[in-house]
């Protein structure tokens, strides 16, 4: 047997090993902190409007149903499954395929929504009034929410309804002639493109007409200033700015760099089943679903290092829950 190739198994193995504290972890710490970040954003204490807020909560609710229905009720029973046999004679995998795969989406096209939003609100002025409103932002949630669920509806009749619970990328059973089959291949491929390959394109494209947008109106602002006043001051709408253009900027970092990795080897994953030998090794692959699982924890602290108002609530909301605790001791 290959060196190499023992190598790459004994880094597989060593992932496993690892993704047994990792998962139960990440769920302990991904329920509480996405529960809080909704509670907390839907009380409009934190200086965002209210459009902004409607976004970040659709976001916080579908990292948390990720967190539940894929990282609780699928790689949890993965990584121990003696413990979870049960699992297997459920006969509702393909169901649960489906909300898997429509959260998943959710969560994903909620931040390009997002982006867009944002892009909108800082770059297009004119159509500022007319898109970046609560209804609008209720309607393009409900819109994602129900296309999500329209696109991920033939999962239901490519699974089974029994579980699999396999490391694999998919958990439920299949028929081999089904999952190496051209359509079959075809679809998956077409699945990992929209989710998250074109929000990827669309996330970097808006980013950088924003980018653009931004420089070119500090430049003007500051030219008008200098002329007007002799010297550069204080400017409360580029401040203003700025702190949109932060927030913007840290979650879709944060969304690509934690979810580039699990889409490239999906991609080249299913090139290779199409018979264009591009395949990375299984434990890189492993890495990237740690790290995408991870990006449905990671908004919370987020704004907690960018939002000041978010700071002071969740200062506020500890400091209660520590003072009923002792009440409740005492």
């Keep these: 047997m290959p060196l190499s190739f023992m190598i790459k198994l004994q880094i597989l193995w060593a992932i496993y090993e690892i993704q047994k504290i990792y998962f139960p972890i990440l769920a302990a710490v991904g329920v509480p902190v996405n529960v809080i970040t909704i509670t907390i954003l839907a009380r409009g204490n934190c200086g965002l409007s209210k459009c902004v807020t409607y976004y970040l909560v659709a976001m916080a609710t579908a ?16 990584v121990y499954w003696e413990q979870f046999s049960l699992f297997r004679i459920i006969p509702l995998c ?3 395929a489906v909300l898997l795969y429509a959260a998943t989406d959710s969560s994903v096209w909620f ?11 800082i770059s297009c002025q004119k159509l500022k009034s007319k898109y970046c409103t609560e209804k609008t932002a209720a309607m393009v949630i409900g819109i994602v929410t129900v296309l999500s669920f329209l696109k991920n509806i033939f999962w239901y009749f490519l699974y089974t309804n029994e579980y699999w619970l396999s490391n694999s990328s998919w958990f439920c059973r299949v028929a081999l002639t089904v999952s190496h089959s051209l359509v079959w291949a075809i679809v998956e491929l077409i699945h990992y ?15 950088a007409l924003t980018v653009r947008h931004i420089l070119m109106a500090s430049r003007a602002r500051k030219r008008l200033q200098n002329r007007s006043n ?24 944060n969304f690509i760099l934690l979810w580039v990795v699990f889409m490239v080897c ?6 290779d089943y199409l018979e264009y030998s591009v395949s990375l090794p299984t434990f890189v692959r492993e890495i990237g679903l740690m790290l995408q699982l ?22 506020s909301g500890v400091n209660y829950s520590l003072s009923l605790m002792v009440k409740l001791c005492r």
């Design 63 to 78: 990292d948390l149903m990720v967190v539940i229905i894929d990282l609780i009720l699928r790689q949890i029973p993965i």
């Design 94 to 96: 393909n169901i649960h």
């Design 111 to 121: 931040t390009v929504t997002f982006t867009f939003d944002r892009f909108v609100a």
């Design 193 to 207: 493109i929209l989710t998250p390959f074109i929000p990827f394109i669309l996330i970097l494209l808006l980013n």
């Design 230 to 253: 002799g010297e550069s001051q204080s400017d409360p709408e580029m401040g203003s700015r700025r702190k949109s253009m932060i927030l913007l900027f840290v979650i879709s970092g």
């Design 266 to 271: 999906s991609i080249l994953r299913r090139l």
């Design 294 to 315: 991870l990006s449905c924890c990671t908004n919370t602290f987020i704004y907690t290092l960018t939002q000041r108002r978010f700071r002071e609530e969740l200062r």
